[in-house]
């Protein structure tokens, strides 16, 4: 099975910053990859698929990117409603695995 | 707008069998989606379990099929989960979600804590 690994697992950035997590798949997913933000003790809530495809009600402050094995998510300017854990998974094929999160904080 | 929310007993033992159902609202289970299962061990990332179509098929999780059945009904606009044979490792809160398409999750439940204790 594919697997998918983000790295940082966690970061600080100040308020106004702008933030970038990778994602990278172990096989060519193509353009298969969403990304989930998960605040505490909440539901993970769909920001992009598609790689680049902002679901509907997202700010535009989030932007993914990539292809193939190698995937980006960034927030152009951070806010403080912005901490949250991210996860990136593939939606190729099942299995639709998760990576293993990254924790954003300020 | 899609609703779903998951039920079933919060308190499991070692070696019985889990099982939560998941209720759709605002949205038929005969659409063209799948529905699916995803659960997160405390202070953990997020695992996807499988996955059903109205039509009774099914994809799930290699590391877990051997425990896993999901089943849908489409008279109650439900689908539900079973796991066996559950340890102290199937500690989680289970979500249920609808895939997109294909297979990211747009709606999710709000999420059950199902812990596996004697």
């Known amino acids: 099975d594919i697997q998918m690994t983000q790295s940082p697992s966690s970061l600080s950035a100040s308020v106004g910053d702008r933030v970038t997590i990778t994602c990278r798949a172990s096989q060519d997913i193509s353009s298969f990859l969403a990304w989930y933000q998960q605040k505490p003790g909440k539901a993970p809530n769909l920001l992009i698929y598609t790689t680049s495809t902002l679901q509907s009600g997202v700010p535009s402050r989030f932007s993914g990117s990539g292809s193939g094995t190698e995937f980006t998510l960034t927030i152009s300017s951070l806010q403080p409603e912005d901490v949250a854990t991210y996860y990136c998974?593939?939606?190729?094929?099942?299995?639709?695995?998760f990576g293993q999160g990254t924790k954003v904080e300020i | 707008q899609v609703q779903l929310q998951e039920s079933g007993p919060g308190l499991v033992k070692p070696s019985e069998t889990l099982s939560l159902t998941c209720t759709v609202s605002?949205?038929?289970?005969?659409?063209?989606?799948?529905w699916s299962w995803v659960r997160q061990p405390p202070g953990k990332g997020l695992e996807w379990i499988g996955e059903i179509y109205h039509s009774g098929s099914t994809n799930y999780n290699p590391s877990l099929k051997s425990r896993v059945t999901i089943s849908v009904d489409k008279s109650k606009n439900q689908f539900s989960l079973e796991l066996s044979s559950v340890t102290a490792a199937d500690t989680a809160v289970y979500y249920c979600?609808?895939?997109?398409?294909?297979?990211?999750?747009?709606?999710w439940g709000q999420g059950t804590l199902v812990t596996v204790s004697s």
């Open positions: 979600a609808r895939d997109g398409l294909p297979g990211y999750q747009d709606y």
């Open positions: 605002g949205g038929s289970i005969s659409s063209s989606n799948w």
């Open positions: 998974q593939k939606h190729n094929s099942a299995p639709w695995t």
